[in-house]
């Protein structure tokens, strides 16, 4: 929880302080199971195939990057997180941060749904599409950056976006265009791969960490 300081910090605890900047991690990620999104403690999926999900190598050469399949319905799939972080964090610049690789569709969609905070990534292209209510620009860049053994055009892409936190959910989706909401799937056909999904409290980019039954966090630092 939050407390009050002299300094006006908020400390890691979640202290609010004079100075109006927070004490936080110098990284984490409040999703739980980052990399498994069959956990429905976790993760609620919406129009997918039933698990176990399709598995892939991941930017660090481990066989935990899970696909999206999306049912054999003209739908959107996708899947949402199931609460995260405390409301101490109201307010607070916050980022969604991870990897993607396209399947048999081109685009991946992030929401916020509380806040309507949006972006879409082109999977195919390495490029930004439209976005919404973000607190600066959405990136995404070739994941080599982060794992050079991957080697330039592997596919993998880092994407980040952040936004003005306040409550509800994430949402992760496979989409056709840049735009794109329903589109019809097979129930066999991996859509869209996603690899360590993360959520920070911060407004740039931060390590990736990987979590499964509980968060994780290193470090300290402060933050507006």
């Not at 054999?72 to 997180?81: F, G, W």
């Not at 860049?141 to 053994?149: G, H, I, L, N, T």
């Not at 306040?166 to 909401?181: K, L, P, R, V």
């Not at 991996?190 to 959520?199: E, G, I, K, S």
């Amino acid at each position: 929880m939050a407390r009050v300081v002299a300094s006006g910090r908020v400390a890691a605890s979640g202290r609010v302080a004079a100075t109006g900047r927070v004490s936080v991690p110098a990284s984490e990620n409040l999703f739980l199971y980052s990399n498994d999104y069959d956990q429905a403690s976790a993760w609620t999926r919406f129009s997918l195939a039933a698990g176990p999900s399709p598995t892939t190598s991941a930017p660090d050469g481990t066989n935990t990057a899970e696909g999206l399949v999306g049912d054999a319905t003209t739908s959107i799939h996708r899947m949402q997180s199931n609460g995260l972080i405390s409301p101490t964090s109201i307010g607070m610049t916050c980022i969604l941060r991870g990897y993607a690789k396209r399947g048999n569709v081109n685009w991946s969609r992030c929401t916020v749904n509380s806040v309507g905070s949006t972006a879409y990534f082109d999977l195919l292209n390495g490029a930004v599409g439209t976005t919404s209510n973000l607190v600066g620009a959405a990136t995404i860049v070739d994941a080599v950056a982060d794992y050079p053994s991957l080697g330039a055009g592997s596919g993998w892409w880092r994407f980040l976006m952040s936004f003005l936190w306040t409550t509800n959910s994430c949402q992760f989706w496979a989409a056709t265009a840049n735009g794109g909401t329903t589109f019809l799937g097979d129930g066999a056909t991996v859509n869209t791969y996603f690899w360590r999904l993360q959520f920070a409290r911060t407004n740039r980019n931060i390590p990736s960490l990987q979590t499964t039954g509980a968060a994780v966090a290193t470090g300290v630092r402060s933050a507006p």
